[in-house]
């Protein structure tokens, strides 16, 4: 079973407005850490927001927010006010287990955000 | 955020020759690096969990023998594609984690892409 699932391949947003992108995650352990990068064309993965399973509030880093719902075991990315240089690919993650440098993250099949002028 | 180094970014061989790529953190130490692989439009698969000091632990399906990983150093983690084919030509991607910052966030090199003629 996909322990990360991101079920929109591609997305438009136009300038300036907001655009979600999804995220749902499968896991039978209690301690895992979720995380969202960017990858643009150039191919260098850009960390952008991290949420951790026993985290009661949704993680913010400026533009980017993370709408965690536990139950339902979605983390979906939430981007602000568009920018040109936000058309890229974009990954949801997982690390299960105690936070730790010793696990490698699952990753979803990515969506491809462009933004429109 | 942490700054991950990887070298080369590009390379082009011919078949049958060997191809070295280096990871460094530059500004931590990490006794546990992470090699991923990437095909074009797909996305980030683990191929290998590189450990300082001990043997690689490789992914199911990952040729050991063709994929030598060292972890020499608690800042150097290298990958030797040894007798490159057309079918390994990819984006190989390294990743690290700080381990004294919270959250265990992993960081990326830049990548390389491999191309064997």
């Known amino acids: 079973a996909q322990k990360i699932t991101q079920t929109q391949p591609g997305m438009f947003v136009q300038e300036k407005e907001a655009v979600t992108l999804d995220c749902t995650y499968d896991?039978?352990?209690?301690?895992?850490?979720l995380f969202w990068y960017k990858q643009p064309s150039s191919g260098e993965m850009i960390f952008l927001i991290y949420q951790g399973s026993y985290d009661q509030q949704n993680a913010t880093e400026g533009r980017y927010s993370l709408n965690f719902q536990k139950a339902r075991k979605s983390a979906n990315l939430v981007i602000s006010a568009s920018q040109l240089g936000d058309s890229a690919m974009y990954f949801c993650?997982?690390?299960?287990?105690?936070?730790?440098?010793?696990?490698?993250?699952?990753f979803g099949s990515g969506t491809r955000l462009q933004v429109q002028p | 955020g942490a700054v991950v180094s990887q070298h080369p970014s590009w390379v082009i061989c011919k078949s049958g020759t060997s191809v070295k790529i280096e990871c460094r953190s530059l500004d931590f130490q990490a006794t546990t690096m992470f090699w991923y692989r990437q095909f074009p439009k797909q996305s980030l698969m683990l191929m290998a969990t590189?450990?300082?000091?001990?043997?690689?632990?490789?992914e199911q399906g990952v040729e050991k023998d063709k994929f030598l990983i060292n972890h020499a150093s608690l800042t150097l983690s290298t990958l030797t594609v040894t007798s490159a084919h057309p079918e390994d030509s990819s984006f190989y991607i390294c990743?690290?984690?700080?381990?004294?910052?919270?959250?265990?966030?992993?960081?990326f090199g830049a990548g390389t892409r491999l191309s064997v003629l």
């Open positions: 993650a997982m690390r299960e287990g105690r936070d730790t440098g010793r696990r490698a993250l699952t």
């Open positions: 896991t039978s352990d209690p301690s895992y850490g």
């Open positions: 590189s450990n300082e000091g001990s043997k690689a632990t490789y």
């Open positions: 990743s690290a984690s700080p381990a004294a910052l919270a959250k265990n966030i992993q960081y």
